[in-house]
């Protein structure tokens, strides 16, 4: 392991202080470039003439591309409000993770939307290319954000011989939100002729039945 002299003459490092550094480091060399998270502080016994019995540990992340996602923002007052099923589709098959619509009022009392966009940044200009395409919006805002998300998984139930996918969503391993996906509620409805309410609530709990088995 490199080492070197210090501006003392007695030891700056113990035995054990070296055994702890050569087991758990990984490598050597100048502080690399990082977002530091948290700084810890530790002073010796000893008050050398020298310098400062101080040593400092950083922990951190590696700095590199920004990896956090994008809220794309917008407001538009000027588009027939026929368009935006589909502007909201063509967003989503851009690749944003996804995208909706919030009513305001602008300037001058105008009723608009504001049109919000969730994406990656791999995905990011083709998401803004189809704003620029598909709309009439001349600028937009972004703003990265950080996220947290539930493990997700699948399942799938039986709702009178019609198959139903679960959406399950776990927290430190429990599943804490079940829902149905509504395509194949409504599909299933339709093809019992019964109330899609009633198809729901059976998937639900077909749903808690094997959660429980």
Avoid at 15 to 40: E, R
């Amino acid at each position: 392991m490199p080492s070197f002299a210090g501006p003392g003459s007695a030891e700056s490092c113990t035995p054990t202080g070296a055994a702890l550094l050569t087991t758990l480091a990984t490598s050597w060399g100048p502080q690399p470039a990082m977002a530091v998270d948290v700084i810890g502080v530790g002073a010796g016994g000893r008050d050398p003439q020298t310098h400062a019995n101080v040593v400092r540990i950083f922990v951190g992340d590696p700095a590199g591309p920004d990896t956090r996602p994008l809220l794309i923002e917008t407001n538009i007052d000027d588009l027939d409000p026929r368009v935006w099923p589909s502007v909201i589709s063509t967003l989503l098959a851009a690749g944003a993770s996804d995208a909706w619509l919030t009513p305001i009022l602008m300037k001058k009392g105008r009723p608009a939307h504001t049109l919000s966009v969730l994406t990656g940044r791999a995905t990011a200009e083709a998401v803004r290319a189809a704003i620029w395409r598909h709309t009439s919006s001349i600028g937009v805002r972004e703003i990265p954000l950080g996220k947290h998300a539930l493990d997700r998984e699948m399942v799938s139930v039986d709702v009178d011989g019609h198959p139903i996918d679960v959406k399950l969503a776990r927290h430190e391993g429990e599943v804490v939100n079940a829902q149905p996906e509504w395509d194949h509620v409504a599909r299933a409805a339709v093809a019992l002729d019964r109330p899609a309410n009633d198809v729901l609530a059976d998937a639900i709990a077909a749903t808690r039945a094997l959660l429980r088995g």
